[in-house]
C-alpha cells in the first residue's frame, strides 16, 4: 500500500512547540526518506534553517563522518522490534571528540503500515567523562589504601623501638627527679599565675570602623576604641618599638593568608607603665575566601615574664650547685637529641598518614558525587522517554486503536517504575541499595494517579522499614507491581458497592527475599497458567520473578488473587 505523506498530520503548533523545546535532536522523515519535520536543536547543530532541511532525504543529510549507518539499516527497523539505537564518536570544528547516541523509530498507522520514522540524538560525552573519572577514582582509591598499608607496617615497627628507648629513659629519670624539684616548685608557680590570669575577648569586623572590646581588653590596652579617631594608630604606638613591626607585619600576614595569630609583645600602659601581653586571634574568611572578621583574646602575661626571669637566675645558681653532674647531663643532653629526632620523624611519618587518609576522603567524596549525577541523569532521561510517549500518546489518539493506546501507557508505566529507583536513590545518601518501603509508596501512588480512575483503591502495605534491596531488584519489583496493580484496577469490578482492597507486603525470610500483592478483585480462572496468559503484562511479570529476580512465583485465587514472589536476598 502506497502511502500519502501529505496525510501525516504535522501541522499541530502545540505540537510543534514542545517538540521545539527538548533539547535533543528530533528529526521527522517519511519511508522514502523525505523529511517532513526537523526542531530547532537539530537545525542548531547542523547550521541549516529548517527550510532547506524540510522536504531534503534523511539519507542525504548524515553527516561524512562514518557512523556505520546506512538507509538498509533504516528500512530493516520494521523487522527488528521497531527500534535502531546506535552511538558513535565524531570531532567538533575546533577539534574536540564528541560522541552522540541516535534512536531511531517508526511509527505505524492504522493498518499496521509504517506511516514515518522519527530519530532521536543525544550527546552522550558528559556521561562518558564521568564513567572515565569514576574508573580512575577507584584506581587512585585502591593504590592509596595498599601505600597506607605499608606505612602503617612501618609506622609500628618504629614505634616499638620507641618503647625500648623510652623505658631506657625512664630508669635515668627517676636519678634525675631529686636535681628538678626546684625548677619544678618554679614552673608550678609559673602555671598557677597564668591559670588565675583574666583574659579579655576582641571582635574585629574588618567592614566596620572599630572593632568590640570586652571591658578586660579596654584594661590592658588602657583606651576605649570608641573614644579615639584611629584606634589601630593609638594601639600600634602603644607597642614597644622593638615589637611594634613584627606585630604589625604578623598582623597583614594573618589576614592576607588566613593563618591564626599568635603574638607576645611589649606594650607601654598609661598607667601601668611596660607590661607584657600575649595576644591571640583567628581570621574568618566569606565564601570567596575574602577575610570579613577577626576574632581572639588577649592576656596580661607580665607577672608570667618576670617569673621567667626569676627563674633564669634560679637556674644559673642551680648549674652553679651542679657542676658535678654536667657530664650525667650531656648524656641526656645527647639522647634527648635522639629522642627529638624520632620524634620529628614520627611527627612527619603522622602528617604523611594525614595527608593520605584527606585524599581517601576526598577521592570518596568524589566518587559517591559521581554516582548520584550518573543516577540524576538516568532519571531525567526516563523522565524525558516517558514524557515523549506521553506526548506520542496524544498524538495518535484519534486515529489509533485502544489497545495501541493502552500500549504506549503500559510503556509509560515501566519507565515511570524504574525512574522512581534512580530518583530515590539520587535524593538519598545510599548509592549502592533502595529502600523498598519509600520506593513502593511513592511507586504505587504514581501508578494509581495515572490511571485516571473514578474510584481509587484501598492500599495496605507492610513493608519491613530495615528492608534494602539493590538497584536491579528494585526496578524488577517495581516492574512487577505496576503489571499487577494496573491489571488489578483494569478488572476490578464496577460495583461502586465493591471496594477493591490492594494489600503489598515485603520482607526478609532467611537468605531470601518475600514480595506479596494481594487483591480482593473478580480473580483469575482455577486453571490459568501464566506461562501461557495472552496478555503481556502478565507474563512481564512471570519472565520478571523467575529469570530476572531467580525466583519462585505462586498464584493463590481465594476471593481475589494473590501473586507470591520468593527470590535470593543479596548480602
Avoid at 82 to 95: A, C, I, K, P
Avoid at 215 to 220: A, G, I, M, Q, Y
Avoid at 348 to 357: F, G, N, Q, S
Wanted: net charge negative.
Amino acid at each position: 500500500m502506497k502511502i500519502d505523506v501529505e496525510q501525516i498530520d504535522l501541522q499541530s503548533n502545540e505540537m510543534l512547540s514542545v517538540l521545539d523545546e527538548i533539547p535533543l535532536l528530533i528529526c521527522i522523515f517519511v519511508p522514502g526518506g523525505q523529511v517532513k519535520y526537523v526542531n530547532v536543536p537539530y537545525c542548531d547543530f547542523f547550521d541549516c534553517d529548517r527550510s532547506d532541511l524540510i522536504g531534503a532525504s534523511f539519507f542525504d543529510l548524515i553527516p561524512e563522518f562514518d557512523w556505520g549507518l546506512d538507509e538498509q539499516d533504516v528500512r530493516e527497523i520494521k523487522h527488528n522490534g521497531g527500534q535502531l539505537v546506535h552511538e558513535h564518536s565524531f570531532t567538533t570544528e575546533d577539534g574536540n571528540e564528541r560522541y552522540q547516541r541516535w534512536t531511531i523509530k517508526l511509527q505505524r498507522d492504522s493498518n499496521a503500515e509504517v506511516q514515518y520514522y522519527y530519530a532521536i540524538g543525544e550527546d552522550t560525552t558528559e556521561k562518558r567523562e564521568l564513567e572515565k573519572d569514576l574508573e580512575n577514582k577507584e584506581q587512585e582509591y585502591e593504590a592509596a589504601n595498599q601505600q597506607l598499608d605499608a606505612q602503617n607496617q612501618q609506622l609500628e615497627a618504629q614505634n616499638q623501638q620507641l618503647d625500648a628507648y623510652v623505658q631506657q629513659l625512664e630508669a635515668q629519670e627517676q636519678q634525675l627527679r631529686a636535681e628538678v624539684d626546684k625548677r619544678q616548685e618554679v614552673q608550678e608557680r609559673l602555671r598557677l599565675a597564668a591559670e588565675s590570669a583574666d583574659i579579655g575577648l576582641w571582635e574585629w569586623r574588618l567592614e566596620e570602623d572599630k572593632p568590640t572590646w570586652t571591658k578586660r581588653v579596654k584594661e590592658l590596652y588602657g583606651f576605649d576604641p570608641e573614644e579615639v579617631e584611629d584606634w589601630y594608630e593609638e594601639f600600634s604606638k602603644r607597642i614597644n618599638e622593638s615589637n611594634r613591626e613584627r606585630v604589625n607585619k604578623e598582623i597583614e600576614k594573618a589576614l592576607k593568608a588566613g593563618d591564626p595569630y599568635h603574638q607576645i609583645y611589649s606594650y607601654e600602659h598609661p598607667e601601668r607603665g611596660e607590661i607584657w601581653i600575649e595576644a591571640r586571634g583567628q581570621v574568618f574568611t566569606d565564601e570567596n575566601g575574602e577575610p570579613v572578621r577577626m576574632l581572639g583574646s588577649v592576656l596580661d602575661v607580665t607577672e608570667q615574664k618576670e617569673l621567667e626571669r626569676d627563674l633564669r637566675k634560679a637556674n644559673r645558681e642551680l648549674d652553679a650547685q651542679n657542676q658535678q653532674l654536667d657530664a650525667y647531663n650531656q648524656q641526656l643532653a645527647a639522647a634527648n637529641q635522639q629522642l627529638k629526632a624520632t620524634e620529628q620523624q614520627l611527627r612527619a611519618e603522622i602528617d604523611e598518614r594525614r595527608e593520605a587518609e584527606e585524599k581517601l576522603k576526598r577521592a570518596l567524596s568524589e566518587k559517591e558525587t559521581l554516582l548520584q549525577e550518573v543516577h540524576h541523569r538516568v532519571k531525567n532521561n526516563l523522565q524525558v522517554i516517558s514524557s515523549l510517549l506521553n506526548l506520542q500518546k496524544y498524538e495518535i489518539e484519534d486515529i489509533a486503536s485502544p489497545e495501541v493506546i493502552e500500549a504506549f501507557e503500559s510503556s509509560r508505566r515501566r519507565v515511570l517504575s524504574m525512574s522512581e529507583v534512580h530518583n530515590q536513590i539520587y535524593q538519598t545518601k545510599h548509592l549502592a541499595s533502595v529502600e523498598p518501603q519509600s520506593y513502593v509508596k511513592n511507586l504505587t501512588g504514581a501508578i494509581v494517579k495515572s490511571l485516571e480512575i473514578s474510584r481509587s483503591p484501598e492500599l495496605e502495605y507492610e513493608i519491613d522499614p530495615d528492608l534494602e534491596l539493590d538497584v536491579d531488584d528494585a526496578i524488577h519489583c517495581g516492574l512487577i507491581l505496576n503489571e499487577l496493580i494496573s491489571n488489578a484496577l483494569e478488572h476490578a469490578s464496577e460495583d461502586p458497592e465493591e471496594k477493591l482492597k490492594i494489600s503489598i507486603e515485603m520482607f526478609r525470610d532467611n537468605d531470601e527475599y518475600c514480595f506479596r500483592v494481594a487483591d480482593t478483585g473478580c480473580g483469575l480462572d482455577p486453571d490459568f497458567e501464566i506461562s501461557d496468559s495472552a496478555s503481556l503484562g502478565l507474563r512481564l511479570v512471570h519472565s520478571l520473578a523467575e529469570v530476572q529476580l531467580d525466583g519462585e512465583l505462586n498464584i493463590e485465587v481465594n476471593d481475589g488473587t494473590e501473586f507470591e514472589i520468593y527470590f535470593p536476598a543479596q548480602n
